[in-house]
């Protein structure tokens, strides 16, 4: 049978979305699934330190030559002699056509949605994704602790990179939490910042995290960086393993939440929403 590596890098939203589709895809196509999940700036934590799975995983791509592979890809940052792009891809049939049964490299930060046709297969494979046990414990903890009844709020302000782009859902989050005191709200934010200034309410709670995102090199959050697979990015990022770890507990609370935050393009929160919706 052919394999389908599953590239998984950036931050973990991006991570995760190459992880649910390509491990849809292996299950459609019937494709034995191998994960490659290197641990860099962009993510410290291996992908052992999340998940309890039986899928094979490389730490790192090491010595896998993938000019022998079936390239989907969605942007070229490997070198590839030759790649194909996702999008160009109409029908998840055509896959195993043109691939001519080579084992697939696949890599790509968002899911492709117009290619998810079977969404009863796609949320039992959200399912089978199963994060460690003492994540998930410390999360439900923390939720019993807080939380009197089932229903509490989940508010997720993404900093960092995203700069101003969040500063009015902030605003107007606050004014919302303070205009209703009488229901629970989980704050999560990669600025350490922004959770305190929601802390002043009384009706809200968090993840107590000793660990959050630093800057890799001095300077803006934006200021251009080379990574560690060498690649030039506008974004001055340096996610340790521990704030990673942390950062998943935020992230399966946020899940059990009802999530009020808008849509300013956070992959974090876009991941929390589907977790909500499979679980």
Not at 99 to 123: A, H, M, R
Not at 133 to 146: G, R
């Amino acid at each position: 049978m052919s394999k389908i590596y599953i590239y998984c890098d950036g931050g973990f939203g991006n991570r995760f979305n190459v992880l649910s589709f390509g491990l849809y895809l292996s299950k459609k196509q019937s494709y034995d699934p191998v994960i490659i999940w290197p641990s860099n700036n962009w993510c410290g934590a291996d992908f052992d330190d999340l998940f309890e799975m039986d899928v094979p995983f490389e730490r790192c791509k090491g010595d896998l030559n993938f000019d022998g592979t079936f390239n989907l890809v969605h942007e070229n940052q490997f070198g590839l002699s030759t790649y194909t792009s996702i999008h160009s891809i109409n029908d998840i049939q055509n896959i195993k056509n043109i691939s001519g049964n080579k084992d697939i490299l696949y890599f790509n930060n968002l899911i492709p949605w117009n290619l998810v046709q079977d969404s009863e297969t796609f949320k039992n494979v959200i399912k089978s994704i199963k994060f460690k046990d003492e994540l998930i414990n410390k999360s439900n903890e923390i939720i019993k602790h807080n939380v009197k009844g089932d229903e509490f709020y989940g508010i997720h302000i993404r900093k960092t990179d995203f700069g101003e782009r969040s500063n009015l859902a902030e605003i107007n989050l606050l004014n919302l939490v303070k205009q209703n005191k009488s229901k629970k709200f989980f704050i999560c934010s990669d600025d350490e910042t922004t959770e305190n200034l929601f802390l002043q309410n009384e009706n809200v709670f968090r993840n107590e995290k000793q660990n959050y995102v630093q800057k890799m090199i001095d300077g803006g959050w934006n200021t251009n960086i080379v990574d560690s697979n060498n690649n030039q990015f506008i974004f001055n990022v340096d996610r340790s393993k521990e704030s990673v770890i942390q950062a998943m507990i935020d992230l399966i609370i946020l899940s059990k939440s009802t999530i009020i935050s808008p849509d300013v393009g956070s992959t974090f929160m876009h991941t929390a929403r589907l977790l909500g919706k499979c679980y």
